[in-house]
């Protein structure tokens, strides 16, 4: 009798290349959420600075 090939999905272990690009890919994306992050923060510390110093505002509550 002549046995028939059928086609099975095989399973296979994880692909090492795969899952070096998909770490590098996610790394790449949540370090520069966190720059983008850490540029704003800045920004806004450095335009505290500036208007302390201009004198628009201040961290002294006013007396009344």
Known sequence: MASSKIAHATLKGPSVI???VIG???????????KMHHWNEQRRTRAFYDMLEKGEISVVVEEE
């Open 18 to 20: 795969k899952e070096i």
């Open 24 to 34: 590098l890919a996610l790394g790449l994306f949540a370090g520069g959420l966190w």
